[in-house]
């Protein structure tokens, strides 16, 4: 997928012209690329430029935010299409405390239930004390933070120590958004076990910390 494409989808988004963003995501279609793969190649590097202006100041607040719209209207083009049986694997989701961006989250949700997940989608401005409750009421092992502001990239960490607070190190917390994206050493800082980097991503590594948790229990 060339990175053209990826730009005139972002193009599309800070336009706010959906049909334009549709289009693009067609001609994608023609040149081959399967419904599978349009998240990964083609969705994603653009959900990345656009984090990534809004982070640098390229564009400001309320563009991100109609950006933001126009991409949640043609999610439905970029889903992949297949659902499999239930896996067992719990997955909670949550987009940071003090943000409220949640497209990107929303359609790796999407993603993991049509791999046969158990997502449990905690929504926006989540603090860390709620991810470790629902952990505990879930049993899940896998918690995936999403952020696209700095700061509550930064504030992941408190998600961690809370975890370890709890007794809960056991749990693999993944993190995602541009701040990520951007900047892979901020994922260590804050104690992060891997960055999601669109649906096919957090497929792998869903998967691989599912066997991780596995060998070790």
Aim: hydrophobic letters at 45%.
């Amino acid at each position: 997928m060339s990175e053209d494409a990826a730009a005139r989808l972002y193009q599309a988004f800070v336009s706010q012209d959906p049909g334009g963003a549709i289009g693009v995501i067609e001609r994608a279609k023609r040149s081959g690329v399967a419904q599978a793969q349009l998240f990964d190649q083609l969705f994603a590097p653009a959900m990345s430029l656009l984090g990534g202006a809004w982070a640098s100041g390229a564009i400001d607040e309320y563009t991100f935010t109609q950006a933001a719209v126009i991409a949640e209207q043609i999610t439905s083009f970029v889903i992949p299409p297949t659902a499999s049986g239930d896996t067992g694997i719990t997955v909670l989701l949550g987009t940071m405390h003090h943000d409220q961006h949640t497209i990107e989250k929303d359609i790796t949700a999407a993603a993991l239930k049509e791999a046969g997940h158990r997502v449990v989608d905690l929504g926006a401005d989540v603090r860390p004390a709620e991810f470790l409750e629902r952990v505990e009421e879930t049993g899940a092992r896998i918690v995936i933070v999403y952020a696209q502001q700095i700061g509550a990239a930064r504030s992941v960490s408190r998600v961690r120590e809370m975890f370890a607070a709890g007794g809960r190190n056991d749990v693999a917390i993944l993190v995602a958004g541009g701040p990520f994206s951007a900047d892979a050493s901020l994922a260590r800082a804050v104690g992060a076990n891997g960055v999601v980097r669109g649906a096919e991503s957090a497929l792998k590594l869903v998967a691989k910390a599912a066997a991780r948790s596995e060998a070790e229990s």
